[in-house]
């Protein structure tokens, strides 16, 4: 990656050392090494694509293990500085490319018996959470609907389990919210996870377009240590035409490169679409949470909420409140310019008791106020 002409004019030492390297003759300054590499690049969209970069050094002679992890981190850093920097666009414009090739989920009874399993254990959570007593909790959005049931530890127990519920109607289809919140690595849900204070989030094995499993890390407040979720999220389209996912533990073990000390939690969810329009859609998230300790309850009642922020986060990402707005009003002056308004007693009494009262009144009888809005 480094050439002759790159180096400092005035790095005499270094420039003979490169020069040994290049013509392959010894010198008394330098050991030469080994280094294997492969570039394995998956094409993801006609603009996106995913380069997987795999090295193997071997430096000859003794060298500290600090010194190696350092050279590995560098000879990785080419991914980020000459391949991730030079060809990054925006979030929002990757992100759609993506969830525009995603293909429509296979109905419930098209998955197999395996597949089938876990999706008929989740959506028995969907089943017995209509039982539940809901405690509301203050809403993170007007547009969005939060409630909580929490269940303390059990007598000599440490386990504590939390159930989240949140429900939304999302400006825009059932298809693309099911899009958006499936690609749970898309650069936007990153931003939102890394928001909410995840500390890593990756998929482990992608087994097809609908069934993958992958891990994520999520901060909890000192002194408690960070809990790991890791599950299996598969997708499908049950009998009534709603899209569902569904997430289930998994058994899987997660690399993220560095240690983060969690502790193995344990989620199961479900996430509803059901269409109500071409171009809009409510969703239902229903999740049960066993954070695999005994979490005081203002820890859980801080965290509930994030859990199920995933309609919150739908809400922001596809709301059109003007444009729908304008929709709206253009009927309402439709319906007033070109309707004939009929009136019974009742609203003509109305209308006759506001006109009393506001129409006697004079331009002397108002006193002007400093606006502030100078238009």
Not at 27 to 41: M, Q
Request: hydrophobic fraction near 40%; aromatic fraction near 8%; charge should be negative.
């Amino acid at each position: 990656l480094t050439t002759i002409q790159d180096l400092e004019p005035g790095n005499r030492e270094a420039k003979e050392a490169m020069a040994a390297i290049v013509s392959g003759r010894s010198s008394a300054n330098v050991v030469l090494g080994e280094l294997r590499s492969s570039y394995r690049v998956q094409v993801l969209s006609d603009n996106v694509c995913r380069v997987t970069l795999v090295g193997q050094s071997v430096p000859k002679g003794w060298v500290p293990k600090l010194a190696m992890e350092y050279g590995t981190k560098y000879f990785l850093g080419f991914m980020k500085h000459e391949l991730q920097d030079q060809y990054e666009r925006g979030e929002a414009d990757v992100d759609e490319e993506l969830r525009a090739l995603f293909p429509p989920p296979p109905p419930l009874e098209g998955l197999d018996d395996e597949q089938q399993s876990v999706a008929q254990r989740c959506l028995q959570l969907e089943a017995e959470s209509v039982a539940v007593t809901w405690t509301p909790l203050k809403r993170v959005s007007p547009f969005v609907s939060t409630w909580a049931n929490y269940k303390p530890p059990q007598l000599g127990g440490r386990t504590a389990v939390a159930l989240g519920k949140a429900e939304s109607e999302i400006d825009c289809s059932a298809h693309e919210a099911l899009a958006h919140k499936f690609h749970v690595t898309s650069r936007v849900n990153r931003r939102y996870a890394k928001e909410n204070g995840d500390l890593a989030r990756v998929v482990l094995d992608r087994r097809t377009d609908h069934d993958f499993i992958w891990a994520m890390v999520t901060k909890l407040p000192f002194p408690l240590r960070p809990r790991e979720f890791v599950g299996r999220n598969i997708c499908f389209k049950d009998s009534t035409g709603d899209l569902v996912v569904v997430f289930e533990p998994s058994e899987a073990e997660a690399d993220y490169g560095v240690k983060l000390r969690a502790v193995r939690a344990e989620a199961f969810a479900v996430l509803r679409f059901t269409p109500v329009r071409d171009d809009r859609c409510k969703v239902t998230v229903v999740k049960k949470v066993d954070a695999a300790g005994n979490i005081p309850v203002f820890v859980v009642n801080r965290k509930i909420p994030t859990s199920i922020s995933d309609c919150a986060i739908l809400r922001e990402e596809y709301q059109r409140d003007n444009e729908i707005d304008k929709v709206q009003r253009d009927v309402f002056a439709g319906v007033i310019e070109h309707e004939e308004q009929v009136y019974d007693e009742t609203e003509e009494e109305f209308i006759a008791n506001v006109q009393d009262k506001l129409g006697g009144l004079k331009e002397e009888d108002f006193k002007e106020l400093e606006s502030p809005d100078h238009l």
